[in-house]
């Protein structure tokens, strides 16, 4: 059985997580430090702290969501551009995500040395909101409670990632899931344009009851 792109992505991640996480000093190595990057040139670290996470439970709940959602981006691409030049552009996408996102947060703290970040947040919000906007009506489920169509649920999470990451009153890079989820929304809108005439069809057919 082959394995798809997005599972050998959460592999190569989880191996890398899994080592960083019993191995202190890889892990301070390949997290995301804008002061180290800016003085130092280490410009590996926007790729390298997209494969760390800093415990089990982050690189869960980072890799449940990119499976679900990955998958769906995985095809789309592989239909538009075939298998091998699909992958290539999906698994260049996926790195994209995780660098562009984290642009914004370099700029931010590239004077900060205390500042530290890691985790595929930025590359799995891409990945989701790239979905999105494929399939705007199919429900995403928080919890396995509250479930709202995508586009719904998109909305209120780029809401909420705006205001979190101006308030930055927790650990939390906020402003990776949301440059992250722009990302995603732009790349697909770029190489499917009629994803947009698609996208605008479905959300206003939809009704809530």
């Not at 990119?66 to 789309?76: C, H, L, N, P």
Request: hydrophobic residues 50%; aromatic residues 18%.
């Amino acid at each position: 059985m082959t394995l798809s792109i997005t599972v050998v992505l959460i592999i190569i991640t989880a191996i890398s997580s899994y080592y960083g996480i019993n191995n202190a000093a890889y892990m301070e190595r390949c997290m995301f430090t804008p002061y180290k990057i800016k003085r130092n040139g280490q410009w590996d670290r926007f790729v390298t702290s997209g494969f760390i996470h800093k415990d089990y439970i982050h690189l869960f709940f980072n890799m449940f969501t990119f499976y679900f959602f990955g998958g769906i981006v995985e095809q789309v691409l592989a239909y538009k551009f075939g298998v091998i030049l699909g992958g290539i552009v999906y698994v260049l996408f996926y790195i994209l995500g995780i660098v562009i996102s984290d642009i914004p947060t370099y700029l931010k703290n590239q004077d900060n040395s205390y500042y530290r970040a890691l985790g595929a947040s930025g590359g799995t919000a891409a990945t989701v909101f790239a979905s999105i906007i494929i399939l705007p009506l199919s429900d995403i489920c928080l919890f396995g409670i509250l479930c709202l169509p995508g586009f719904i649920l998109g909305v209120l999470f780029l809401l909420y990632s705006y205001f979190k990451g101006k308030n930055q009153d927790d650990a939390i890079n906020h402003d990776a899931h949301l440059y992250g989820a722009i990302f995603g929304i732009v790349f697909i809108l770029i190489i499917s344009p009629e994803s947009a005439t698609t996208f605008v069809d479905q959300v206003m057919s939809y009704r809530p009851f």
